[in-house]
């Protein structure tokens, strides 16, 4: 169902289809774009902000250049919604039953108009420097052009900086765009946005230009909005013989107003109403982050030197309560998570409490700093990680490898809450204690009370919250729900008792809780809301490998998955109570 027949978007199949087109007809196309964008985040969420800002600078791209041949790698590649519409899949923002057809990022399966699957910031440089070394070699009188678009503060990650003293090296084609709309996912953070500012306020002629400092041809676009101006300096810079940055200074939100007064709450929205900008489903009670920055309070209140670390997502967590009661206290280091691990373990050997605050599929940037400062050091760092779990995202923003990935690393203790309480208690002790980096798994479901069974967790004692035989269930975080479910699964189909345990840390074990199982329990099964590959199931399994206890591990398979449903995936991944307790039989008739 196609709601807008008239849109002149529906005669545009390829790129080379606007070649032709006037001005006006351009800026007609643009228009209608910004509306498919608004309208399909509207109805399914999405990137609103940085696609409204860069419409122009897209349409002048396929108008000048000539893609594939010519190549455009989008970081981050949130801001490809227009490049999409252009590029045969305008279907999946002109039809609402055709929305979930494309991604909200780029995508090779897609069209061979996307190179890379980008879903996280600051790696375009460093690609389209790869793909320029590649031509080079194997084409070296190739005049294609190869375009990297970077912005929403994504020049603060270390990659983007590697990139540009990788571009300085090259003798051929190579243009840079610099996106720069004055904004990261929150307000951009550092010296470098503060160089961005004189060179726009200077019209790009500042001296203070790090771009030239570091060996590349420079040009300044003071209105990255106006169409003609973007068409002009692509015509100027196309066929360049060597690498070039182009710093274009665009409005992110354009031309949906709220999007422009609110940027950092339209940066990315759950579906909304479109005339009110009102969620449409609003957010219902308390949260685990509320009780986390409450606890924070008192722990102030007290004396206590607790900082907050962010990099560049205070809505995630709610950081930005905090920042107006603690300004002296809350640290956002932008895009740059191995630059927010590193403080935070300097700060803790200094002797002060940081917090930091880190999404599940983000931390992944980190993971030399999780290892080499951070593990190595055994730094008392508290260490908040949100978003993980098993959900409907994009391939690029999967939460499934946080318990895997830090579970590997010697001296860093990952602890697992299954309530508000026991959560709070974890957070009490890792900022009381000293001897060690700790790391608490923010639940990601609803909240819900319990209690806390354990004040010092230096040593895990398994919770057996109810005493059974022959299956003991073992339940990590947020699937304690689903355990619970198994439990009574099981009493009603094979008319089992089954031991239900919270391990509360995906790290440490408790060996006489392990021991004592296998004296009258044949199976144990364990679920987590993750990766199973080197996971807490195969150290669960890894224990009693010698022994005769059989074990079945529940969680995530080792693969990508990419806006699937997450009541399809836990059929996929045989997470339902049903399916679990088929699994169960099975393996008991076989004893």
Not at 68 to 77: E, F, G, L, Q, T
Not at 449 to 458: F, I, L, N, P, V
Request: glycine letters at 8%.
């Amino acid at each position: 169902m196609n709601l807008h027949p008239d849109y002149l978007l529906n005669e545009v199949n390829e790129p080379s289809d606007i070649k032709q087109m006037s001005l006006d007809q351009l800026k007609q196309l643009a228009a209608e774009m910004r509306q498919l964008v608004l309208e399909r985040d509207a109805k399914i969420g999405g990137h609103v902000g940085p696609n409204l800002g860069v419409m122009e600078l897209t349409l002048a791209f396929h108008y000048v250049f000539d893609s594939p041949h010519d190549k455009i790698i989008w970081d981050v590649s949130h801001q490809c919604y227009a490049h999409k519409m252009l590029t045969g899949r305008k279907l999946g923002f002109l039809d609402p039953d055709h929305y979930e057809d494309v991604t909200g990022f780029t995508s090779p399966e897609e069209s061979a108009h996307d190179f890379f699957e980008v879903g996280h910031t600051s790696t375009s440089i460093a690609l389209a420097v790869g793909m320029a070394q590649a031509r080079d070699l194997m084409k070296p009188q190739s005049t294609n052009n190869i375009m990297a678009v970077i912005g929403d503060g994504s020049l603060s990650g270390g990659l983007a900086f590697e990139g540009l003293n990788n571009a300085a090296k090259l003798h051929s084609n190579l243009i840079i765009l610099v996106n720069d709309n004055q904004m990261s996912i929150d307000e951009n953070q550092g010296g470098l946005y503060k160089g961005l500012k004189e060179l726009r306020d200077t019209n790009g002629k500042s001296a203070n230009n790090i771009f030239k400092f570091m060996g590349l041809d420079y040009k300044y676009v003071a209105d990255g909005n106006d169409l003609q101006t973007m068409i002009d300096t692509f015509n100027e810079v196309k066929g360049i013989d060597h690498p070039i940055v182009i710093h274009v200074n665009t409005l992110k939100g354009k031309g949906y107003q709220p999007a422009v007064d609110e940027k950092m709450k339209y940066h990315w929205r759950k579906p909304f109403d479109l005339k009110t900008g009102k969620d449409k489903v609003a957010a219902s009670g308390d949260t685990y982050n509320d009780a986390i920055l409450a606890e924070l309070d008192r722990q102030i209140a007290d004396g206590v030197p607790v900082a907050a670390i962010g990099a560049a997502i205070p809505g995630e967590f709610g950081l930005s309560e905090f920042k107006a009661k603690h300004p002296d206290r809350y640290f956002d280091v932008g895009i740059a998570e191995q630059d927010s691990i590193t403080t935070a373990v300097a700060m803790a050997q200094a002797g002060a409490r940081p917090v930091v605050f880190e999404k599940s599929t983000f931390l992944q940037r980190a993971y030399d700093q999780l290892i080499h400062d951070m593990a190595l050091n055994d730094a008392p760092v508290v260490m908040i990680v949100g978003g993980g779990s098993i959900a409907e995202n994009s391939a690029t923003h999967q939460g499934t490898f946080d318990i895997s990935m830090i579970s590997d690393l010697p001296n860093i203790e990952y602890l697992a809450p299954t309530n508000e309480e026991e959560m709070i208690s974890m957070l009490r002790w890792a900022i009381k204690q000293t001897d060690q980096p700790v790391a608490i798994r923010r639940p990601e479901k609803p909240l819900v009370h319990g209690k806390a069974t354990q004040d010092d967790y230096s040593a895990i004692k398994y919770d057996i919250a109810h005493h059974g035989s022959e299956v003991a269930i073992m339940a990590v975080g947020d699937f304690w729900q689903l355990g619970e479910e198994v439990r009574g699964e099981l009493a009603k189909k094979l008319n089992i008792d089954a031991t239900l345990i919270n391990p509360k840390s995906v790290t440490g074990i408790d060996p006489e809780v392990l021991h004592h199982l296998a004296e009258n329990h044949d199976v144990v099964v364990t679920l987590e809301d993750g990766n199973l590959s080197g996971g807490f199931g195969e150290t669960i399994s890894r224990y009693y490998g010698p022994k005769n206890m059989k074990v079945l591990n529940f969680g995530a398979p080792r693969e990508f998955a990419d806006n699937v449903p997450t009541d399809v995936m836990y059929e996929w991944y045989h997470l339902t109570p049903k399916q679990i307790v088929d699994d169960v039989e099975k393996v008991i008739h076989s004893l």
